[in-house]
């Protein structure tokens, strides 16, 4: 007989199956089929946009990360100028982390008059839970539920994109790769169950994952079919595990894969401290997006901005991205890599996890 887990495992990991079958598009890698640009979010000829995976969403290949937010007396008009410029830009996909950023971003959006929630494909999270084996004792579905609904209210909408629970993420109790734990089976249930209920009450369209931990994507990409995005570091210089890579198990099971961190937390600009680089403007930050997006199967890099100058920089990775480097691009980038080992900080020790995939 079966273990009592086994056996709801197997249930929990079908009530999905036919809602994940419908969604399947014909654009299995990213950027390999046309679009109709008519149904693109604040479509730009210059951007290029790929699927996101099984959602049937078509996002910016370079779209906006939440950790950018500075902490100043104008926040929400510095992220109004952030949405805007995105916008015009055409980036379509935004993607928040901790609460503090879902409130400012749904006050921002409110403020904005031409960047507002319908313009958004939204990825958001239930920070500070966490679905790590040393927090899921604390993690319930009321509680889950009650952080959903939350969400909801902050960005001021009956329904929100992508739910993407956080998992094995470097922080408080987890400060060496040995601590990035895996995510345990009686968490994912209990995430898959949150999110069929979610869904189901038209909370929630779409269910992702973001993590610190390769392991814990093999985990969900391979037992549990209703996650629709994974979300992980990856970085200019991330090559891919020949043929036993996370890239091409996510295209087999047509899920997007989001990369976070491109900069190495901003090491490869010679920075240390996040404060150090708020409003400063690397004029070679494209050519490290440009690189990232050579790989097809990324639905999109998401890098955290201060400022809107830095979005400009960020998006002529797009913009240029089939055009060839020059000498002066090729050695930037060797300058880049050099930085990224020379200012790595010991707690972003564990990025180095990142460089094959």
Sequence with gaps: MAHESDTRRKFLKTTSAAVAGAALTSLGTAGAAEVDTSKILNYNPKMGYRPLGKTGFTISEVSLGGHGAINDPDTVQNRVAVLEKAVESGMNYVDNNIDAECNLYGEAMAASSGAKRDKWFIGFASWPQKVTEEYEENLTFDGMMTSIDERLKKYGTDVLDMWRPVGATWGEGQRSIATLLMVSHKALDLVVEVFEKAREQGKVRHLGISAHNPNVFRRVLNEYPQFSV??????????????????????????????????????????????????????????????????PRLSAVIPGVNVPDQLVENVKGSYLRDQPNTPEDEAALRRATRNFYANLSPEYQWLRMWEVV
């Design 230 to 295: 994974i979300i992980f570091p990856y970085l200019f210089l991330t090559k891919e595990f020949g043929g036993d890579s996370l890239l091409k198990l996510a295209q087999e099971k047509n899920v997007g894969v989001i990369g976070l961190k491109p900069f190495g937390a901003g090491m490869t600009f010679q920075v240390r401290r996040k404060k150090d680089i708020e409003g400063r403007v690397d004029e070679k930050a494209h050519l490290l997006v440009k690189r990232m997006l050579q790989e």
